[in-house]
Nanobody, 122 residues
Framework: QVQLVESGGGLVQAGGSLRLSCAASGRTFSVLRMGWFRQAPGKEREFVAG????????YSADSVKGRFTISRDNAKNTVFLQMISLKPEDTAAYYC???????????????WGKGTLVTVSS
C-alpha cells in the first residue's frame, strides 16, 4: 500500500504561483511513477503532469506546458508541482497519484491522494 498526502493548495490571483507537494509513504518511492491530476467542478479528472521513478523523464499536458513543472525528491519521498502564471481555468482539485504502469490515464493509477484545492481568481 501507498499513502499519498497533498499540500500547498490555496487561493491565488491570476498570474500568481503555487507549489504543490505530495508526500508518499508505504512503498519504495523510487519505483513509482508519480503524476498530478486535476478535476474541476462538473468535469472529468485530467492528467496534468507525470514523472518517472528516477525523475529523469517528465511529461505534461499541453494546457500547462511552460507553466507547470513536476519534480521529485526520492530522498524525501516527495513529488512537487510548481505552478506559475496561473489562470482562472486552472482552478480545480489537484490530486497526486502513483502508478507502476507506463500509462498516465486516471484509470491506470494505482494509488491516489485525497486532493488539494487550487482556486485562481481573475
Amino acid at each position: 500500500q501507498v499513502q499519498l498526502v497533498e499540500s500547498g493548495g490555496g487561493l491565488v490571483q491570476a498570474g500568481g504561483s503555487l507549489r504543490l507537494s505530495c508526500a508518499a509513504s508505504g512503498r519504495t518511492f523510487s519505483v513509482l511513477r508519480m503524476g498530478w491530476f486535476r478535476q474541476a467542478p462538473g468535469k472529468e479528472r485530467e492528467f496534468v503532469a507525470g514523472i518517472s521513478g528516477s525523475g529523469g523523464a517528465t511529461y505534461s499536458a499541453d494546457s500547462v506546458k511552460g507553466r507547470f513543472t513536476i519534480s521529485r525528491d526520492n530522498a524525501k519521498n516527495t513529488v512537487f508541482l510548481q505552478m506559475i502564471s496561473l489562470k482562472p481555468e486552472d482552478t480545480a482539485a489537484y490530486y497526486c497519484a502513483a502508478t507502476i504502469t507506463s500509462n498516465w490515464s486516471p484509470s491506470s493509477m494505482n494509488y491516489w491522494g485525497k486532493g488539494t484545492l487550487v482556486t485562481v481568481s481573475s
